[in-house]
């Protein structure tokens, strides 16, 4: 939906995700998400980090070079949530990881879509109903995902000129004009 809404103002961006969006990236994502194997939780971060490195220097660092923007649904502050407060490791073994795998490169704004954990909880178990694949990280406890929360919410706190939190509690439709809104005015395409 941002996209659209990016075509529309005649914004030159690419849009890509983490993890899995580069031929290696796919084949790291299924080796840490699509396993049924149990992988340690430092496997866990280094992985996230080699997709990550093969993400900024195949795919951002190019579009950033030809002055596009680069729209991605994650980046380094999943990584500081899901495995730094996620898993529990030391805030300075994460910073080091993400420093090494990004080379320093930090996005200009970061949307936090915020919700519920209930409520999160909810909206996975009726996707498991659809077409999605469920992946390792969809099992996780509830407790798991409350850390990832609070470790987001620390991050807009720290970092409150790049960090937005949209409230994500409400339909699709709802969160987009909020994101929608959000990304003319910061861009100012108005």
Do not use: C, W
């Amino acid at each position: 939906m941002l996209a659209g809404t990016l075509r529309a103002h005649g914004v030159d961006f690419i849009s890509t995700f983490e993890p899995g969006d580069t031929p290696l990236g796919r084949r790291l994502r299924e080796a840490f998400l699509e396993t049924e194997e149990t992988v340690a939780p430092i496997a866990e971060l280094l992985l996230f980090a080699a997709d990550r490195a093969q993400h900024v220097e195949f795919l951002i660092k190019p579009a950033l070079a030809e002055g596009r923007i680069v729209v991605s649904d994650r980046y380094a502050d999943a990584t500081f949530a899901y495995q730094g407060a996620g898993r529990g490791f030391e805030v300075e073994t994460v910073n080091e990881v993400i420093a090494l795998a990004t080379g320093g490169l930090k996005p200009d704004l970061t949307i936090f879509f915020d919700i519920t954990v209930e409520l999160a909880l909810e909206r996975m178990i009726a996707h498991e109903k659809g077409a999605r694949v469920k992946n390792r990280m969809d099992a996780e406890t509830a407790d798991f995902y409350t850390r990832v929360r609070d470790a987001y919410h620390g991050i807009a706190e720290r970092e409150p000129e790049r960090f937005r939190i949209i409230d994500a509690n409400g339909s699709v439709d709802e969160t987009h004009e909020k994101v929608a809104e959000l990304i003319t005015d910061f861009l100012d395409l108005k």
